[in-house]
């Protein structure tokens, strides 16, 4: 069981008065021989003594409790000096382990070093599922929400004006990117015949040419309308015979073939249409000549001076920016989920495969640190800690003291008492029994005194 120092000074105190009340009672009122008197003396002075210690004591614990209260303010900010500046030595440690080659250097913090990276990531099994976690329940969710909420379009606009584009750059990309297009023979071959497949599936009808003989009939006046409306070139000195006559019989015949060309219309497939243009070579041409306009975009002659074909382009994104965020939110959601599905399997597997190369490297930090880049990195870190040294110190006191703030007086002496109570207690026995011992010696001397 364990003794309680308050029960124990307040029974010597206890003890103290009653014996010193006592013997004085005895002494007055009762015969004794010279021994047991000079005992009984003795005795006094030294419950006399217990009494004056352990009551001085009771008022001096007090009085401990009572001026930190009272002087709050200048009790912590010297405890915070004393704890940050003289006892931890915050700045003294801070420049200690600045120079961060020579610590890794000793051996012993090697050895913790490698300990340390070891329990982190102990197999590439264990990081991969760390790196997941972290993923699916801290990244994920937050990036899914952004993108599907966040509003481009304001972005886009500001990233898509020519003052703050480089469409010379942008322009020269893209035209590599078109030339290095263009000459994959193999890759455009396999295009070829995957348009060929797809066209012969489309008909004139699919992509928007009239297959009503009513539509084609209206069409073909109107071009030949448009056709007899013409000015003659300037090589050209009249229109042909057909053109001057008019709506002949030649141009009711040509009517009269509407009927016949919306049935073609409706069987022809793109394939046999434009099989002339759907080759290997066609398409490499016409990616060189697309290529051409834009890196050379004065040659195009329907553009001004003050255009900028690339430009024009870039900007047209705006249109798919406006459409994405007038989607449905439940396709936009389930459109983002799967182009995340698509990039983070692959975007995990190598963050984990270049964290645990760097990982493979710490495990022999004497080799890394033989490094140029390691050495001028730990400088760099080093110099900036150090530099840093007195901000932390500060830091440091202004945390500590921030936190007996919060505890007001009160709660700060009442830390004290929670952390020397027991310690001050027990002064007050010390005090108690060193008083009767003390007293009892001053006793003995004034008996030898008296004789």
Known sequence: ???????????????SIVGFLAISWMLGHTEFTPETEQLLIVLRHGCEGALVGGICDFIAVKSVYTAAREHFPSLRDNTTRIVVQDM??????????????????????????ISAVEQFAPSKENLDQLLRILWNEQLRPHIAAWMINYKFEGTAQQFTTR???NTDLFRQGAVELLRDVANQEQDNTQLVEKLRRLASDVTLHDVGVPSEPAAVRHLLEKLYSHWTSLEPDADVTEKPFFARMGHTLITQCIVGFSPAIAEKVKTINLEDTFSP????ETLKDTLLALAEKIEHPETVESLTDNHDLLADIVSYWLVFVRAWEDLAPELRTDIVEEIIRIVETPALELLTHQIWDLRMQLLTPEKLLEQEGTKALLTTLGDTLKDQAETIEQTSVRLLQQQFDDMGQDGFVDMLQRNTKSRLDWIKVN??????????????VGLFLAH
């Open 1 to 15: 069981m364990k003794l309680n120092p308050v029960y124990i000074a307040s029974t010597i105190i206890g003890i």
């Open 88 to 113: 931890i030595q915050v700045r003294k440690q801070v420049e200690d382990i600045s120079d961060l080659e020579e610590l890794l250097h000793n051996s012993q913090h090697q050895a913790r070093f």
């Open 163 to 165: 003052h703050e584009i």
């Open 277 to 280: 243009l759907l080759t290997e």
């Open 431 to 444: 005090g108690s029994g060193w008083g009767f011992v003390l007293g009892s010696i001053v006793g003995i």
